[in-house]
């Protein structure tokens, strides 16, 4: 069963889920300085799905990562709805994560010893509280994984793992989802299958996704890319298609 | 090869570190009870080489009988007028007769000086007029020129806070005497010979004390210039009646120096015991770490041998690995087994028994004996997981990392560990309970291979049992407590060997609490049935001396007192075996001492009569009337008819005699406890007001109650009981830090797993409790297990000793919930370590570590 927009509460548009104000990230010191972010400023509207893209080494996967909370910026700002992430201890950040954020890395998702609707319901479990079962369980079969819960992730496929872990990512209704190369272990089929899942999610629930990618194909699945190249945001694109990102994409080889 | 294992090696540093202290700690506990040994056995050469120094030659009766629990050979006393006889001997300088018997001196707060019935003894004996012949030395005063004079040791002076010239009471047979300290003395460099305490009075003073005037214990030696000690021997001996003998002074000194061995050899093999349990759950850490770091580098081993490494190679590798370790680990433990002799030499120090002058002796035998006991550890606990790494197949290294497999057991494990546990089990029962007698090395056999049984098994059992602990953890610490259940029954082959350690520790610990519990209540059952008086009083003496046998008289002329009687105690050689027999005034102890007649009348026991406990007189086949050789010290060998057997041998020991027969054959009498009944009609804080009004003249004595005096029985055992549970105490930090270690690297091994916990949203606080609780699992696991094989070992060992007096099972509830509180603890503990490393990981990091 689709859940239609208008079942969620939260506003398709509106102010930015999450933003950095010239994030800047330095490795290192003096001759082996790297600059991974450098003076970033980028949105990420609500209920939309925005690509971030770039050549290898262009700070994509660290920009992700200092927008999420899981690594901390050298200087500038970055929020997650009105929260300034830099004001943040472990705890409080950790706590966000739990509430507010969802993940979904390339792999090693799942923690092996629970069952898919355990790793499902973790973030909830942390919390102490049950969730929304309903909301729950809607997600489960929108996932369609309905017949896989009580199974472990090593008697899951590829696929239906990261199926699992989209669906545990919706499940805590996150403020935002980071996906990090999430179709990067999948062959093709099962890859375009999860984008599937994950533009169903943006654009049934209303989610709000921000992924990084090096492929075109399913950078293609989003509503907007961001393209990064030296820590700089050096070009955006709207309503892309996968033959011109991929010749967006060439123009940095040369 | 070699240099790719030696930089493996160092890379893990921490993991070597902590393997390697599991083995250092058992090594160190071996070597330090060895050195301690060779220190103890050196100092008492020297010293009684010293003591021996200018004697030659020494004249005493011939042995009677050697005495039973090591206390040496037993002999009469020799007449003083031999003394005048040996003078006239050519090649004689000097002749001194010299008694030593039991004194006890009382200090300046009016306590009695030192505790002999846990630590060293009290002793009183002659000053030595020949100075060639004194092994002590004044550093203060002079020797006693009166009868109410004594040179007293230098601890003991300090210990009662006595100086030269004050005036002191001393215990000894007959009333507590009046003495004047004339004089102090050390005994060589030592402030006394071992802890004892002397008292040291003029020669006929002495003998009428602590021996019997007109006797000597012995006489000493010395031959003029030119004369050999067994030349010296030679000319003696025409002239000593029958039943003396001279010997030379070597040989005196050689005899000391064995027996004090002899006295030390239980007290070591009961340390190595602990030493050999230590290296043993040593091993099991070494095993587990070795096996979890084999499974970890799967997929490099897979590397190597796809490069062509051969099996034999990788085998090799791993166990350099362990050389390595078991070269470093033994040589830190030797060393620090010097420390470790140490701290039992203070432990000794602390039961009373001081080993004078400082230094300790390392022989090359222990440093051998030490460092190959490290070794061979080592490499057999390494051996399985080494072959386990040389069958990694090369496409290993191709396959994603699969860490460690389940592992719960093939149907053959379960059937080998299964033959294993019955056959400790038979092999347990059948020494314990077989018609042979108890075998001891039966039982050993049978305990190892219970606890390689439930080894082999742990794999199989860890599961459910793992699952069955920690079902309340779900509940209790949501999404933290069902991670801690499902990791501690991740990987069952590692709980349950890491548990194993554990087991056991805690199954020796439940298994001596259990002993030592029945034990008690055992005491305390026969002296509810046995002791029907009101009161004891006891002597606070230990195997020498006692209470004036004058005391029980003053207290039955007491109004409040109905009837008090004194129980004696001394060695026989009855039958063949060396014994103890008590002496009883059968007028008046069997109204205090119900000792249960079987056949026979306690009124019977007279001048040439003896009581037999019923289980003796059926092993040695004796009946009524029947004759039975006994020797004595004192008057050699007689021959005693049996006019009792009798039932209960709590308190009086398996054979008694009559007052008449005691005093007819000892020479010296002293009571070891006095029982007291009230009259009808005395209150009893009167009665015991009025008894300790009586026992106040004997310090060092005390009145208990019933209950008092049971207690004071049981703390004998709660005295070694501690000693056990400290030494014990060393096996279980080495099993504890196993697990720490087997967690440190489980968590090594879930990086990438815990930094997805942590970007999900786990708290630092909720993965240190996930930490925590894994741990504890795996600790109560190891628990339970010991505990259950503890009760098993203590039910068949209780059971087996029921004919040796241990006639009570008693499971102590409250000590053993104790045991599993403190594991529980104890789990937290080791997981203090490992769970702050994960708690402050990087998140991002470990997410992306390979």
């Known amino acids: ?254 | 090869m070699f240099r790719t294992t030696l930089k493996g090696l160092l890379a893990h540093k921490r993991r070597m570190f902590t393997t390697a202290l599991a083995v250092t700690l058992g090594v160190a506990f071996m070597a330090g009870t060895l050195v301690l040994t060779d220190t103890i056995g050196k100092t008492f050469d020297d010293l009684f080489g010293d003591v021996y120094k200018n004697t030659d030659a020494v004249v005493r009766a011939e042995a009677a009988f050697e005495g039973p629990m090591s206390s040496g050979a037993q002999r009469g006393r020799v007449d003083e007028s031999l003394v005048a006889s040996l003078r006239r001997v050519s090649g004689v300088a000097v002749v001194e007769g010299q008694v030593q018997g039991y004194a006890r001196l009382v200090g300046k707060d009016g306590k009695a000086i030192g505790n002999p019935q846990m630590g060293a003894p009290t002793f009183g004996g002659n000053w030595s007029e020949a100075k060639e012949l004194n092994p002590f030395t004044l550093v203060a005063g002079q020797p006693p020129g009166a009868d109410n004079e004594v040179v007293i040791d230098k601890k003991s002076a300090e210990d009662g806070k006595l100086a030269v010239g004050d005036t002191t009471t001393v215990l000894v047979q007959g009333p507590p005497q009046q003495v004047r300290i004339a004089g102090i003395a050390k005994f060589g460099t030592a402030d006394s010979p071992g802890g004892a305490s002397f008292t040291l009075f003029t020669g006929p003073a002495a003998q009428r004390l602590v021996a019997e005037p007109g006797k000597f214990d012995s006489i000493a030696l010395v031959a003029v210039e030119g004369v050999s000690q067994p030349e010296l021997v030679s000319r003696l001996t025409p002239v000593l009646p029958g039943g003396v003998e001279a010997v030379t002074g070597a040989a005196v000194t050689t005899e000391n120096q064995d027996d004090l061995r002899e006295g030390f050899s239980f007290f070591n093999t009961f340390l190595l015991v602990f030493a050999v349990v230590a290296l043993l759950v040593g091993g099991f850490m070494i095993f587990n770490t070795f096996s979890i770091t084999v499974a970890q580098r799967t997929r490099e081993n897979g590397l190597l041998r796809a490069l062509g490494a051969s099996r034999r190679q990788i085998l090799s590798s791993v166990l350099v690995e362990a050389t390595a370790i078991g070269v470093v680990a033994s040589a830190l433990g030797l060393a620090a087994g010097i420390a470790v002799a140490g701290a039992l030499k203070g432990m000794l120090a602390a039961f009373g028994f001081d080993i004078p002058g400082r230094g300790v002796v390392l022989s090359a035998s222990t440093v051998v004996t030490s460092v190959v006991a490290g070794m061979v550890v080592t490499l057999v606990a390494a051996l399985s997981p080494a072959r386990k790494a040389a069958k990694i197949p090369p496409i290993a290294a191709m396959r994603a990392q699969v860490a460690g497999s389940a592992g719960y057991g093939s149907k053959q494990r379960i059937l080998v560990g299964l033959l294993l546990l019955v056959v400790g089990v038979s092999a347990m029962l059948i020494g314990l309970f077989g018609d042979t007698g108890t075998t001891v090395g039966a039982v050993g056999l049978g305990v190892l291979l219970v606890f390689f049984g439930v080894s082999v098994l742990g794999r199989t059992i860890s599961l459910p049992l793992s699952r069955a602990l920690g079902s309340p953890l779900p509940r209790l610490r949501g999404a933290a407590g069902t991670l801690a259940r499902e990791n501690a029954m991740r990987n069952p082959k590692r709980t349950a060997a890491s548990a194993s350690a554990l087991m056991i520790g805690v199954g020796i610990v439940g298994f001596i609490t259990i002993l030592a519990s029945s034990t008690k209540a055992s005491i305390d059952a026969s002296t509810d049935r046995a002791v029907t008086g009101d009161f004891v009083v006891d002597s606070g003496a230990g195997m020498v001396g006692g209470i004036d046998p004058g005391m029980a008289g003053q207290l039955n002329a007491l109004p409040e007192v109905a009837v008090a009687t004194g129980l004696s105690r001394g060695f026989a050689e009855v039958d063949g075996s060396p014994q103890m027999v008590a002496g009883l005034d059968p007028k008046t102890a069997f109204e205090l001492l119900d000792v249960k007649p079987i056949q026979g009348s306690p009124a019977d026991l007279g001048r040439d009569a003896i009581g037999v406990f019923g289980e003796k007189a059926e092993e040695q086949g004796l009946k009524l009337g029947d004759r039975v050789p006994v020797v004595f010290k004192d008057t050699g060998p007689q021959s005693l008819r049996v006019a009792l057997i009798y039932d209960e041998d709590q308190p009086v020991g398996s054979y008694i005699l009559g007052v008449d027969a005691f005093e007819a054959n000892f020479a010296n009498r002293y009571d070891a406890q006095v029982f007291v009944k009230k009259a009808e009609g005395a209150s009893t804080a009167a009665t015991r007001a009025a008894v300790e009004r009586v026992a106040g003249a004997y310090a060092g004595a005390e009145v208990f109650d019933q209950e008092q005096f049971k207690a004071e029985q049981g703390a004998a055992v709660d005295q070694v009981l501690g000693l056990v549970y400290a030494l014990l105490a060393l096996a279980i930090i080495i099993a504890l830090m196993g697990i720490g270690n087997t967690l440190a690297l489980s968590i090594f091994e879930r990086t990438r797993e815990l930094g997805l916990l942590r970007a999900v949203g786990m708290t630092r606080k909720q993965l240190r409790s996930t930490i925590r609780w894994e741990s504890v699992i795996i600790a109560v696991q190891g628990t339970v297990l010991g505990l259950l094989i503890g009760v098993f070992f203590g039910w068949a060992l209780v059971t087996a000793l029921t004919d040796e007096g241990i006639d009570q099972f008693d499971l102590p509830v409250g000590s053993l919930a104790v045991v599993v509180v403190l594991a529980a603890i104890a789990g937290v503990v080791a997981a203090v370590g490992p769970s702050r490393r994960a708690a402050n990981l990087n998140v991002l990091g470990a997410i992306a570590s390979e």
């Open chain 1, 1 to 254: 069963m689709a859940i239609r927009a208008t079942d969620v509460t939260r506003p398709s548009t509106g102010p930015a889920a999450a933003r950095t104000v010239d994030a800047l990230k330095v490795y290192g010191k003096g001759q082996t300085e790297v600059r991974a972010l450098d003076g970033v400023s980028v949105e990420f509207a609500a209920g939309r799905f925005t690509a971030i893209m770039g050549p290898s080494g262009s700070g994509k996967s660290t920009l992700l990562h200092c927008i999420a909370g899981l690594d901390s910026l050298s200087s500038g700002k970055a929020f997650i709805g009105n929260a300034d992430l830099s004001t943040l201890d472990d705890q409080k950040l950790t706590i966000l994560r739990r509430d507010r954020v969802g993940f979904i890395f390339q792999a090693y998702n799942l923690v092996p010893t629970l069952t898919a609707i355990e790793n499902i319901t973790l973030p909830l479990t942390l919390a102490g509280h049950k969730g929304d079962q309903a909301w729950i369980d809607n997600v489960v079969a929108t996932m369609g994984i309905g017949q896989r819960l009580q199974h472990r992730p090593s008697e899951l496929s590829g696929g239906q793992q990261q199926r699992v872990a989209v669906a545990r990512a919706l499940a805590t209704r996150p403020q935002i989802i980071f996906a990090d190369e999430p179709t990067g272990n999948l062959d093709s089929r099962s890859g375009a299958e999860v984008l599937q899942f994950m533009r169903q999610a943006v654009d049934d629930m209303g989610q709000t996704i921000v992924m990084v990618t090096h492929d075109p194909v399913a950078a293609s699945y989003a509503d907007r890319i961001v393209f990064l190249a030296d820590g700089r945001i050096v070009d955006e694109m709207h309503q892309p298609t996968a033959e011109r990102v991929l010749e967006r994409m060439k123009r940095f080889g040369e």
